[in-house]
């Protein structure tokens, strides 16, 4: 995925604001934050979206929630935080490369989804 915005990232080759990484994920501040924390967990290997993954991903998907409870920790979301991840059209995902979004900070993020 020589294109991939979040592999270049992972790879190096455009910069992050990086907090995280080890032998599956990396992860980075969001640059473009909706709330005071929010970071991206991101698989250093190229997953298109929860559409893709099969059983052979339980790793990668696994570790990205124990790191998630970790950042959330070690960046200013020590009382709770929420994790979204945005999967295809419908779910209004918009880079093609899985990642789970880490949001919170000091305050409670707000309702889950607006009800129609
Ligand atoms: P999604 O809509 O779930 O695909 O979210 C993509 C997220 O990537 C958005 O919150 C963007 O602000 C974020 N984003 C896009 N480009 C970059 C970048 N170069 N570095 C960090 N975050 C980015
Ligand atoms: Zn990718």
Redesign the pocket.
């Known amino acids: 995925m020589e294109d991939c915005?979040f592999c270049r990232?992972a790879r190096g080759e455009?910069p992050?604001?990086k907090v995280y990484e080890d032998d599956l994920l990396i992860a980075?501040?969001?640059?473009?934050?909706?709330r005071p924390m929010?970071l991206?967990v991101v698989p250093r290997r190229h997953i298109v979206s929860l559409q893709t993954v099969t059983a052979d991903d339980e790793p990668v998907l696994g570790r990205m929630l124990t790191v998630a409870r970790r950042l959330a920790e070690e960046n200013g979301s020590p009382d709770g935080f929420r994790v979204?991840?945005?999967n295809g059209r419908v779910?209004?995902?918009?880079?093609?490369h899985l990642?789970a979004?880490v949001v919170g900070g000091p305050e409670p993020v707000g309702p889950m989804l607006k009800r129609n």
Do not use: K, M, T, W
């Open positions: 915005l990232i455009i992050s604001r980075f501040h969001d640059i473009n934050p909706a929010h991206l979204i991840i945005n779910g209004g995902q918009e880079v093609p990642h979004h």
